[in-house]
């Protein structure tokens, strides 16, 4: 082999070996350059809020209990056997509901008997007017002093209490929620004689108050 034969066959060999290595430098997707891939920088989102001056609130810690304002022991104003109950621990209940009654029959008859003493009292303080000169039914006409008198010989005031009292306990045997709130603390069943005991308790837990203690030198902070 002559030596310009081996210069045309190194030549070419040569050729051949960059058009190989063009190749395989090469990248198809652009991402490859020198055998890294690229780094593309991402972009990171930071929210902001506007500064106010305002109060910093600060926790303290303690241990307390919540009381109820509003909380009452329900009581049948006398004692009798309870008849009907409305109620269940833990039902609400509006102001005036019904929450028990008491068996009220002799309550009844002592408020009719008292009714009954009271139109007679009536009757009997206008006959007084009437042997004192005045006509009946005028009292308006008649003085102080003589309406009293009237009053107190006819026995009138006296049959006034008695229906009160009466009307008051014959009331008493229908226990009725004063406020709005939760039943609780029902010990007393159907039929059972209700005593000094209360009924139920009744608590307003819309609203509560809350006890708890805290340091002196946490004072400042409240």
């Known amino acids: 082999m002559t030596m310009t034969m081996k210069k045309i066959l190194y030549g070419a060999l040569a050729a051949f070996l960059l058009s190989v290595s063009g190749c395989a430098s090469g990248n198809d997707d652009g991402q490859v350059r020198t055998g890294k891939l690229e780094y593309e920088p991402e972009n ?57 009654s008491q068996d009220a029959e ?66 008493g045997t229908v226990l009725r929620a004063p406020f709005d709130g939760k039943i609780a603390d029902v010990k007393i069943h159907r039929y059972d004689m209700s005593g000094s005991d209360p009924f139920c308790t009744l608590i307003d837990d819309s609203v509560f108050d809350v006890d708890f203690s805290v340091m002196e030198s946490e004072y400042p902070f409240i």
Not at 58 to 64: E, P
Not at 68 to 90: L, P
Not at 142 to 167: I, K, Q
């Open 44 to 100: 990171n989102l930071v929210e902001v809020i506007r500064l106010e001056r305002g109060d910093f609130t600060r926790q303290l810690i303690a241990n307390g209990h919540l009381s109820a304002r509003k909380k009452i022991s329900m009581h049948f104003g006398t004692q009798a056997v309870v008849s009907e109950i409305a109620v269940r621990n833990g039902q609400s209940v509006k102001a005036g509901e019904v929450i028990a």
């Open 106 to 171: 002799d309550k009844v008859l002592a408020l009719e008997s008292a009714r009954i003493s009271l139109d007679k009292a009536e009757l009997d303080y206008l006959d007084v007017l009437a042997g004192q000169g005045y006509q009946a039914g005028d009292t308006v006409s008649v003085p102080a002093n003589v309406r009293t008198m009237a009053r107190v010989r006819s026995g009138y005031d006296a049959a006034l209490v008695s229906f009160a009292r009466a009307e008051h306990d014959w009331e």
